[in-house]
């Protein structure tokens, strides 16, 4: 097993948010695990070969592909992630194995491309946590989809002196906007889930492939312009076969 594991946020789709941080760390490794194209939305996967071809160039350490495996959805959630991330600890183990035979040498380290920052909705620690014998982690962080967001928008994410939360869309479909906070993040929500609140009183911003060349921005009165963010979505996932979405939501007059 590795000594060491590297894991390295890479931003969220444009080769410009990887910080010179992260291509020291990626070129120090010896080998770079990345998922298959095909595992996962096929844009993406690309856009990982794409970052280490750009940046890293002839420094490039061997990349070596791996399946990821599918979330049983049959089984109830949390149960069904954990199982989950114990298939994809065995997939970057089995992964790690095979490199003796690509490098001539056992890796002593080895890196991933995070996207996003590793500490926001990403399991990657978790997973490495699972790892036996367990190695050393370093983590390089890389601006968040929510960083994107209100760049391009142009907006604080807090109001003055005010907290703000994060969230998803599974969890206000459930719970609905928390009393605790004036301004609600909301990520992983492939459902609309701001649906469920177009009687009350909001703003929204909302984008979608933010900080990439297609990124899409909407902003204004939630009840307004919900409809119009339901139908871009849609028309969007339509024409490029994926979408990831963020939005911010806030009390009007607070
Ligand atoms: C599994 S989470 C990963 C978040 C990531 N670690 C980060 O720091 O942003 C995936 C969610 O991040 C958001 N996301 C990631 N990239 C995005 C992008 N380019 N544009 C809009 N939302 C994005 C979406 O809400 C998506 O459902």
Redesign the pocket.
Known sequence: MIAELFLI?IG??NPGHVTHQAISQLKAADIILIPRKGSEKSDLADLRHQICDELLGADTPPILEFDLPIRDPARPYLSAVDAWHEAIADIWQDTIKTAKTVIGTAPRTAALL?????S???SSMRIARRLKPAPAITIIP?I???Q??TAAHKIPINDLGSPFMISTGRQLRANGFPKEADTLVI???GECSFQTLVAADFDIWW??????ENELILSGYLPELADIIVQTRKTARQKHGWI???YLLRRRDV
């Open positions: 946020g969220t789709g995070v996207w996003g920052d590793p926001l909705y990403d890389g968040t989809a929510i994107a967001l990520m992983l929500d984008g979608a492939y933010l900080g990439m990831m979405d963020t």
